[in-house]
């Protein structure tokens, strides 16, 4: 019996290309993820976490512990969802829920306290109103997207997505480390925006449209992004009287 669909040179690769895309996508930009973040903090991990020549607060290293969590909790629901374990996907959501919800103040006041370091100690000025910005808009990103990630939880195209993008955003501090050969100075969120491109370009080639969600998270990022290195690089007066008033 003849087949009534012809075979076209490549296509058989571009079919298995987007099956695998379209099933393990988010599982294989989880390792993906977590791979950057290993990379990104082993350049600075042992110089100013495991043996630094000035002790750092002790609420870093509880910061350092919750974040790490955050990547390997992104891998197992990954996992679980990619071998169908939906059940317990959705219990062990309430823990992400948790940890979010921990994260977000942590992370602000782990700025806040290092931006304090780094002026105080260090007597880094500008570096300190630099780690300020940074930490208070990447904490403002993740809200941004987690909360209605969470909100969205019965509604899986929303929900894995916005999740997707959250995660995202955390690696900022992870490119920010990378060595200047791969990011300008400034420049470390542009491979942020890459990762979330690539869900974007995940879901042109599966459904061939991009979802709205990238559609309007991503322009949305690169807004505030662009405001942060605008106001870093050329000392924007209002933000240096806001920083000097909450660093002190």
């Excluded at 791979?35 to 495991?50: D, M, N, P, Q, R």
């Excluded at 939880?153 to 690696?171: G, W």
Aim: aromatic share 14%; proline share 6%; net charge positive.
């Amino acid at each position: 019996m003849v087949t009534a669909f012809p075979i076209r040179a490549g296509g058989a690769r571009r079919s298995f290309a987007v099956r695998f895309l379209e099933k393990y996508f988010y599982f294989s930009m989880s390792l993906i993820i977590a791979a950057i973040v290993i990379y990104g903090f082993s350049h600075t991990l042992g110089a100013k976490l495991l043996h630094p020549k000035v002790p750092r607060p002790l609420l870093l290293y509880f910061h350092a512990a919750c974040f790490s969590l955050w990547p390997l909790f992104f891998i197992l629901q990954s996992a679980l969802v990619r071998t169908r374990n939906v059940r317990l996907h959705k219990l062990t959501g309430w823990f992400g829920a948790a940890l979010a919800g921990v994260m977000v103040p942590l992370g602000c006041t782990v700025g806040i306290v290092m931006a304090r370091f780094d002026l105080r100690v260090l007597h880094q000025q500008q570096h300190s109103e630099y780690v300020l910005i940074v930490s208070l808009h990447d904490m403002l990103a993740f809200t941004a997207t987690i909360l209605p990630a969470i909100l969205l939880r019965r509604k899986p195209e929303l929900h894995r997505r916005f999740v997707y993008i959250a995660t995202c955003t955390l690696t900022a501090a992870a490119f920010g480390r990378f060595p200047t050969d791969f990011f300008p100075p400034l420049y470390f969120y542009w491979g942020v925006d890459a990762l979330i491109l690539l869900g974007a370009l995940r879901d042109l080639a599966v459904t061939r449209r991009i979802h709205k969600i990238y559609l309007f998270a991503l322009p949305l990022l690169f807004a505030a992004q662009s405001a942060v290195w605008a106001m870093a690089d050329n000392h924007w007066p209002p933000w240096e009287r806001f920083a000097h008033a909450v660093i002190g």
